[in-house]
């Protein structure tokens, strides 16, 4: 069992559609991540919360929004997406900067 | 740019037959090195994090060391179930620390 939940474990939606992934911790961790992972491929970061303030963004295309309520949640909102999108999309989250990373066990996106 | 590096790419092993994974690194002042293990459709799981040059770390059939250049994850009598990817990663030093670079991993495949 992971300490990062993330939910749903799948989701499969059209190229129309308007989804979003949820992340939640409560290890006191007050950076969180996203990443997007492709088969046979490291993690890609997408975004870095620190402080529920958005600090990294490597320039990921708009149809990905990324919102940060409180210092425990984390969240992904999906629109327009395309089929070269469809990935495991991992949340994580760290204490102080040279601490490790602490992953969820992702959510497997699949774009019809 | 700093780049982290695995090798080999993918390793077969008999159960039983030990061997080690090699992770080369050139950042610059280096803030830690972590270790996770990864299984197909899941997230990262964090292992070790070795933060100094002759630091040791071991668990179960794993052990990890670090030197200047490299990190090495030895494997002693490997079981099935130690199959799985092996990924290395150092936090980054651009955006304070905040993100961290991973290597593209090394496939472990433990035949009975």
């Known amino acids: 069992d992971t300490e990062v939940t993330q939910t749903p474990k799948h989701l499969v939606m059209g190229m129309t559609n308007k989804k979003s992934l949820k992340c939640e911790q409560h290890?006191?961790?007050?950076?969180m991540y996203w990443y997007k992972q492709k088969a046979k491929k490291p993690p890609e970061l997408m975004f870095v919360y620190s402080y529920e303030k958005l600090s990294i963004n490597e320039s990921v295309p708009s149809r990905f929004s990324p919102e940060c309520p409180n210092s425990s949640l984390l969240n992904l909102h999906l629109h327009a997406l395309q089929p070269e999108d469809s990935a495991l999309y991992l949340c994580?989250?760290?204490?102080?900067?040279?601490?490790?990373?602490?992953f969820g066990d992702g959510t497997r996106l699949s774009i019809l | 740019e700093d780049q982290v590096t695995q090798s080999p790419e993918a390793l077969r092993l008999q159960e039983g037959e030990s061997s080690s994974l090699n992770c080369s690194y050139t950042v610059s002042g280096l803030r830690g090195l972590f270790w996770y293990r990864q299984d197909p459709g899941k997230g990262p799981e964090f292992l070790f994090t070795l933060y100094s040059a002759g630091e040791e770390k071991e668990k179960e059939r794993l052990k990890a060391t670090l030197t200047k250049k490299e990190s090495f994850l030895h494997i002693t009598a490997p079981k099935p179930e130690d199959s799985a990817t092996y990924l290395c990663?150092?936090?980054?030093?651009?955006?304070?620390?905040?993100?961290?670079?991973f290597g593209t991993g090394t496939k472990l495949q433990v035949i009975p």
């Open positions: 990663a150092v936090p980054d030093p651009w955006g304070g620390y905040q993100k961290v670079t």
């Open positions: 994580a989250s760290r204490g102080r900067s040279n601490q490790p990373q602490h």
């Open positions: 290890m006191g961790h007050r950076a």
